[in-house]
């Protein structure tokens, strides 16, 4: 399970995790070995209709072991799976939850003894969890043997900033020419604590600055930054 603040781009890894194995799937040149990527939003399995969300996330377990070798992302993983009493309440609604957690973990308990077995170990099935609060999933997935290894995925620290800022000034034209290190650095200090998404959106804001000051512009500066911070 990949867990913390929303916007640091655990979808994003869970994906790179995706092609570093088919790729190396590739390289082995075994094309049974490359891993097939199942994406799935929890909020899409969820129904209205009795019993539906039930066969949705049982449905979705079958579409992983089909296509085994794979790996199964879940995004938004406490949607589908949230701890059980999370929010209080004693509604029918919490009751089908508590049915389409049980499903899930009938289904997920499978996985994982097929996934061990000696003679299915050629063809597994990965399953990728992600969720901004991982106290938000229910201990039962959580727990040895099941989705058991967590990796909190936080803000970007100074380096990772420094290179996003670095990676989208390079996609807008010509703005390195006006950003030296020192001016990235007093960027990178004052953007401390802003996410991955937070950064993406303060360079689109930068060039949004810079064409309200002149349309034709082509070059986004410092106080465009400065201005949008």
Not at 40 to 52: C, F, K, N, P
Not at 122 to 142: E, H, N, Y
Not at 160 to 182: V, W
Not at 197 to 219: F, H, K, N, V
Request: charged share 20%; glycine share 6%; aromatic share 4%.
């Amino acid at each position: 399970i990949l867990n913390g603040p929303a916007g640091n781009g655990k979808p994003l890894l869970a994906a790179a995790v995706g092609r570093s194995c088919t790729a190396a799937g590739h390289a082995a040149a075994a094309a049974d070995s490359s891993f097939n990527w199942i994406e799935v939003h929890a909020a899409e399995l969820i129904s209205a209709v009795s019993g539906e969300s039930e066969k949705n996330v049982s449905a979705m377990f079958a579409r992983a072991r089909s296509a085994a070798p794979s790996i199964l992302f879940i995004d938004e993983l406490e949607i589908l799976a949230p701890s059980r009493g999370h929010g209080g309440g004693h509604s029918s609604s919490l009751t089908t939850l508590e049915r389409v957690l049980s499903v899930f973990l009938t289904q997920l308990d499978g996985v994982v003894a097929t996934s061990a077995t000696a003679a299915t170990a050629s063809a597994p099935v990965v399953i990728i969890g992600a969720t901004r609060d991982i106290s938000a999933v229910d201990p039962a997935i959580l727990r040895s043997g099941r989705i058991d290894t967590h990796i909190h995925i936080g803000p970007p620290d100074a380096r990772a900033r420094a290179a996003i800022i670095r990676l989208r000034c390079s996609e807008m034209a010509t703005t390195m020419n006006a950003l030296d290190p020192a001016q990235i650095e007093r960027l990178v200090e004052a953007t401390e604590g802003f996410s991955r998404a937070d950064i993406d959106s303060l360079c689109r804001e930068s060039a949004m600055q810079a064409l309200r000051e002149d349309i034709e512009a082509t070059q986004v500066g410092p106080k465009h930054f400065q201005t949008a911070l």
